[in-house]
């Protein structure tokens, strides 16, 4: 699966009241409160497909924050199972976005399969679009290499002015444009300002990384008795935003809840949050994470070390929505940052220190040449 | 026969349990109920020792159970010790025998009885504890002839809060199973041993060498107990443990009962010492 087909802007707005009509639910970016939010699309022109970094990812849809896995009748012990799935086309992700599915798909499949998240995920349609220029000042997606879209995705939009080129990438992509009359294969100046495009778009993006991505996890295994956790715990509120926002978190509690004749009843999955003081309590009252420093330590070293060395792919995306939530201005930029740099100076404590007992032992050696240097600088003058 | 696990998987949603009922229920201690539950028919356990369940009380909700009864006993039926601590603990508390329970499992790593074979065996049971371990030291007595010498160490917070009392009489009286039992607080009825189970290792003599440790208890047990048999040269790879968490899931996703990058209810929630020892979660 490997085409290009070319779709006018003006287009859009008829391509998605035709998904609609195909009893598709249609979501994407909506603008509400000056913030950007995946919600449904009842009128087309409520989306805005040119948008930076939306508040949540579109991972709801996905993973809903409230879910009903089964239904039961306590009297009776019967049960059933709730997998609900409608066919939903989700317009708009990024490729950061994209990323985060892919790791979500590979967790929700491993091991034991999560039929309600495959159930859903089945029915799930992904367009994403190119961005073309970082979201703002807390996304370090080129770092992460997620600035471009994966190679399992369905349709992918890039704009290139007045129309957008789309990229087919599986059977599902193809089956969204099915019966489409204005999308055409693209002529050789489209093809020509898709290139321009994509070549004006990596000079926008700038490393905000000090190090490579690779290195991530081994810079958190040597840094997990770094001063920085006990500064972070010190001022983290335990809030648990940063896990709200993420869109590759998927850590959930599970409850029960029934009706006022206490017969009828759901068992419900909802969103949880390792930096919440109970995620880690035991009976007997003994919580082996109690320590805010160490809430954030698990969370960091869980996205760039746990998950790429479970699943070979990085837990963060750099969509740098959690940054963007904290109240407190706790970044993965700047987190990551400091670690590498205790990480390098660790690193280079042995060699650093050979160098200083060498200068010690040649000491009047290194002065000399220092002085001769600096005679021949003068003589030269 | 179909194994549990297998009708649990067959469930449209792996979050759903399948109806089991209590056939009995023995009060053990003001905290500790003996529950004996049995699967539908046609269905088996076919557990391992150290595997634990999810059992449910639809309503209440679910918490991860250490199975405490040996495969090598099962007969369609296993056994549960369950202490009043939380909520779900306290609503089984209040069932009576015929009720219908949940059960999901059985899940997670058990203790690798067939790489025991041949090696002394020594349990170290804190409290609770002793209820997975007896899933383990009931298999290695219906196969007593695979292991070397087998000796027990037993703490128990007071005399009332001793588990498992028939167990216990049958084990003292075998001659080939050494037995000891202290309690941190005697009441005037007891002539045993007083003091923390690490007291107990005076009691015996033992060659680390040959020697396979399976240890379960609360968290501070570990300390003390680890550096005992590590300073009487056990092998590290020969000591074994259990971490109890906070299972939610039991399928690896829920994130409750991660230590460091290990999912305790998949990789757990048996370990070797040399799997865990550099993890401050698993001690902390």
Redesign the interface.
Known sequence: MNSIKIMPKGALRTWIERLQSRDFKVVGPKALHGQFVFEEIVDPQELVIDYPMSAMPPKKYLLPPREVLFSFNTRTMEMEAEITAEPTVIIGVHTCDMHAINLLDTVQSTGFADQHYRARRDATYLVSIECLKPCNAQCFCKDMETFSVPEDHDLHFTDLGDVYSIHIGSEKGEELLRGSTNVWTPTEADLKRLNEVMAAKWPEFEFRLECDLHELPEVLGATQHSPLWDELGEICLSCGACTQVCPTCYCFDVTDEVDLTLENGQRVRTWDSCQLEKFALVAGNHNFRSGVAARQRHRFTRKVKYQYEAFGTMGCVGCGRCGTACHVDITCIKTYNRLYEEYQAKTAEPVAADRANGHREANGAVTAAVVTKETVSEGTK | MTTLLKET?G???????T?ARIVKMETMTPYEKLFRIELPSGFSLDHRPGQFVELSV?????APISICSSPSRSNGQFELCV?A??KL?NAVHQLESGA?I?IRGPFGRSFPIERFYGRDMLFVAGGLGLAPLRSLIDQVIDERGMFGRVIILYGARTPDDILFPEDLAIWDEAKDIELHITVDYPNDRWVGNVGRITSLFDKIEYEGRNMVASIVG??IMYRFVLSELLAHGLHEGNIWMSF???M??A??????C????LYTC?EGPIFSYPEVKHL???F?
């Open positions: 998987l469930h449209e949603s792996i979050y759903m349990p109806p639809l309503g209440v909700g679910e202490r601590v939380g603990t219908k949940g609360p968290p109890e968490r906070q939610k899931c399928v690896g996703k829920c994130g409750h991660q230590m460091h990058h998949q401050e979660e698993a902390s």
